[in-house]
């Protein structure tokens, strides 16, 4: 599999705790900028730019604790990268919507750009981590600073932003870093699986049975693995950026050293104690509470 140098001096920022949600440190934004609708995700419909009936007025959700067994799984999936603290306390610096109402609609309207952002930032920390993307890590380097510089910009620029330009102009960047380091680590599956769908980038593997697939180094970028049976199976080295997990059995799944997973993807798959994560993700709560 590809090495990475979790401590490299390289790396801006050392490790990624900035790009992690700190609720405490935020005013309760995804609870009230983002929409949501009735539906197996949701327990009610919610415009955006209301507030959740959950939210309390120390902007802490009331129900956090009962999340998933009240309906509202969405929330425990959803991951803003940090964005909801830096919108909070370093664009708007530390006023909150409810004592500035005159600020709610440009800080909710702010909140999905930073979010952007700092998911890319998330990405770059990583690749620069890969020792097989050394060739490119100065190049990954302009780009992460070039991001920092977007997300340090003040609300009304934030929302001029061609966010979309950028983030294509750096996902160019990311599969690269990942054709690199999957590269280094490329070999001959010992253990095809046995269906009948294409693996690949964007694949519609909707429902696949991978029980036991040897799907190290493989290309799942943007690949639809709902309810994916990917019990026992090997995804060491694999691209997973913006693959769809919702309800993907990972039970006993290999997924140390996976390219660009994140907490969020975990979160809307199942899993239990033998399923191998990276260092950086932790095991979500409810693959717990479901083994027990």
């Known amino acids: ?14 490790d990624r705790s900035r790009l992690q949600a700190d609720c405490e440190s935020c005013f309760g934004l995804c609870c009230v900028a983002l929409p949501f609708s009735a539906s197996a995700d949701f327990a009610i419909d919610k415009n955006a730019g209301h507030p959740c009936p959950n939210l309390r007025e120390d ?20 991951d803003c990268f940090g964005a909801g603290q830096k ?3 370093s664009t708007f ?11 709610a ?18 990405y770059l920390s990583e690749a620069m981590t890969m020792d097989a993307a050394l060739p490119i890590r100065e190049e990954l380097r302009k780009a992460f600073d070039e991001t920092e510089r977007l997300a340090d910009l003040d609300a009304e620029a934030l929302l001029r932003l061609d966010v979309a330009s950028h983030r294509a102009e750096v996902n160019g960047l990311l599969l690269r870093a990942s054709e690199l380091a999957r590269a280094a680590s490329r070999h001959k599956a010992q253990r095809p699986p046995k269906h009948k769908k294409a693996i690949g980038r964007g694949a519609d593997l909707i429902g696949a049975k991978l029980r036991g697939a040897d799907l190290r180094s493989a290309n799942l970028r943007g690949a639809y693995l709902i309810a994916a049976d990917l019990r026992d199976a090997d995804l060491r080295g694999a691209d997973l950026i913006g693959a769809d997990f919702r309800d993907a059995d990972l039970s006993g799944a290999d997924l140390t050293d996976t390219l660009f997973l994140t907490q969020a993807q975990l979160n809307a798959a199942k899993g239990d104690a033998r399923t191998k994560l990276p260092p950086s993700l932790t095991t979500p709560s409810h693959w717990i509470r479901h083994a027990s």
């Not at 599999?1 to 050392?14: H, Q």
């Not at 902007?59 to 959803?78: A, E, I, Y």
């Open 1 to 14: 599999m590809s090495e990475r140098s979790e401590s490299n001096p390289l790396v801006p920022g050392g």
């Open 93 to 103: 610096h530390g006023q909150d919507w409810r004592q500035n109402p005159s600020s």
């Open 105 to 122: 609609k440009t800080m909710f309207e702010v909140l999905p750009v930073m979010r952007q952002l700092h998911e890319l930032l998330w």
């Open 87 to 89: 919108v909070s306390q």
């Open 59 to 78: 902007f802490r959700c009331g129900v956090h604790d009962r999340l998933r067994p009240l309906g509202f799984r969405g929330c425990t999936v959803f």
